[in-house]
């Protein structure tokens, strides 16, 4: 591994740790909401959501640090995070102080989908761009299978499994810190800061492909940097193509499906050990098609991959929505969930962090990922927090045939207006989308 892919592996870590700690919850849902003897609105929002509204928050205001203080700043707070919030969650006994800690790690979650993409978009070779940035994908899917496994395994030893099952987290998250400390700043950041002997230095030392010209084309004090930027008639067609691939990630049903896939395994028959391993198999199923997705998403395009995955969206959630509409029980059920994951993998899920991170110009590639992290991450906490209050009120079939048709839609979005960015420098996909700057 040369010196330029073994930071990026580092990096792309944060992604595990993502993955991890957003699904790790799955695996003991059930237990804490009798634990708690919680009501399926309070459960939902509070004791489960909690964390992905952290991700919110995480979201909206973690592009001030990566702008201001730099990825690699950035990523160290994040691991942290963490850290203390699997210590944390682990050791309380209440499910206010759980929130709280639960909390804590969805803001590292929320951070780390715009300093870990933002890091690997600016490092890397405008050929290989999709693939190492698509490698914080497959960390996120690398750290669900781990999750799932690792609450398969510790579930059912003792009263308190579920400490262990929340709590082992730590261990990543403290090899993940001290990691972090040993890659350099983000070269692009460096030059849009206007420290060009240090951006010099390690563009000689990792053999950069950077054109420094055409950052520095245009004057340093120019560069703005705020929310505000993106909502000029210059930058709209880039902040609306961000905004609406991330609303169609979150309403294809995605966090939904992997936050609660115990119990929607339960309630197409499954009993519970056979649905925690259903899981594990949802986790395998991400990986190999994430793995796909990563070898096709330079060959093939971001476009084609998109296309695919909609078409099996749509197929999947179609059939899954027919099954409980008709109140089939049957382990069958797991192969078309099974297909929605893979379709979910091969298609937005290789794509979303590559294609936000690449559109934008660098001054307000931070601020744009926040905006669409943010969509993204408010949307994570909507759905998945109102899910065990809808499987009630309108049933699992009307949920599912929702996202369904929504996965149409997103098929039209883009035939006709997702653009393709496989092959382009950063500043080339730029210049395309404002050809008039």
């Not at 919680?38 to 489960?48: E, I, P, R």
């Amino acid at each position: 591994m040369n010196r330029l892919n073994r930071i990026c592996f580092i990096v792309a870590l944060s992604g595990f740790l993502f993955g991890f700690d957003i699904i790790v919850i799955s695996g003991v849902d059930q237990v804490l909401q009798d634990l708690w003897n919680s009501s399926d609105l309070f459960h939902g929002f509070v004791v489960m959501g909690t964390a992905l509204w952290g991700t919110v928050i995480g979201a909206i205001f973690g592009g001030y640090p990566s702008n201001r203080y730099g990825r690699k700043k950035t990523l160290i707070i994040i691991g942290l995070l963490f850290l203390i919030s699997a210590i944390g969650s682990a050791m309380v006994s209440d499910p206010i102080s759980f929130a709280i800690f639960r909390f804590i790690g969805g803001l590292g979650i929320g951070a780390s989908t715009i300093a870990a993409p933002a890091y690997l978009t600016e490092i890397s070779p405008s050929k290989e761009r999709g693939r190492i940035v698509a490698m914080y994908q497959l960390s996120i899917v690398i750290g669900i299978l781990a999750a799932m496994a690792s609450n398969y395994l510790i579930e059912g030893n003792g009263d308190e499994s579920w400490r262990w099952m929340i709590g082992v987290e730590a261990l990543p998250a403290l090899f993940f810190c001290l990691l972090i400390l040993k890659i350099p700043q983000s070269p692009r950041w460096l030059l849009s800061m206007g420290r060009v002997e240090e951006f010099q230095e390690l563009k000689l030392k990792y053999s950069l492909e950077i054109d420094e010209k055409a950052l520095l084309d245009k004057p340093l004090k120019s560069r703005k940097r705020g929310l505000k930027e993106l909502f000029k008639r210059k930058n709209l067609r880039i902040t609306y193509l961000v905004i609406l691939i991330a609303f169609f990630n979150q309403f294809s049903g995605i966090n939904a499906v992997l936050y609660y896939a115990p119990r929607i395994f339960e309630l197409g028959g499954l009993e519970r050990s056979a649905a925690l391993l259903g899981g594990v198999g949802i986790g395998i199923v991400n990986l190999v098609f994430t793995l796909l997705g990563m070898w096709l998403i330079d060959r093939a395009g971001r476009k084609q991959l998109m296309y695919i995955g909609s078409v099996a969206y749509i197929v999947s959630l179609s059939i899954i929505a027919f099954y409980f509409f008709q109140g089939i029980q049957s382990a069958s059920l797991s192969i078309f969930l099974f297909l929605f994951i893979a379709a979910h993998a091969i298609g937005q899920g290789t794509v979303i962090w590559v294609f936000m991170a690449e559109i934008f110009p660098t001054e307000l590639r931070a601020s744009g990922q926040a905006l669409g992290s943010s969509v993204h991450w408010i949307l994570a906490a909507l759905i998945p927090s109102a899910i065990p209050y809808l499987f009630s009120m309108i049933g699992a079939a009307t949920v599912f045939m929702i996202f369904g048709i929504l996965m149409i839609v997103q098929l039209f979005w883009v035939y006709f207006y997702m653009p393709e960015t496989k092959g382009k420098s950063l500043e080339e996909i730029v210049g395309e989308l404002r050809p008039n700057e």
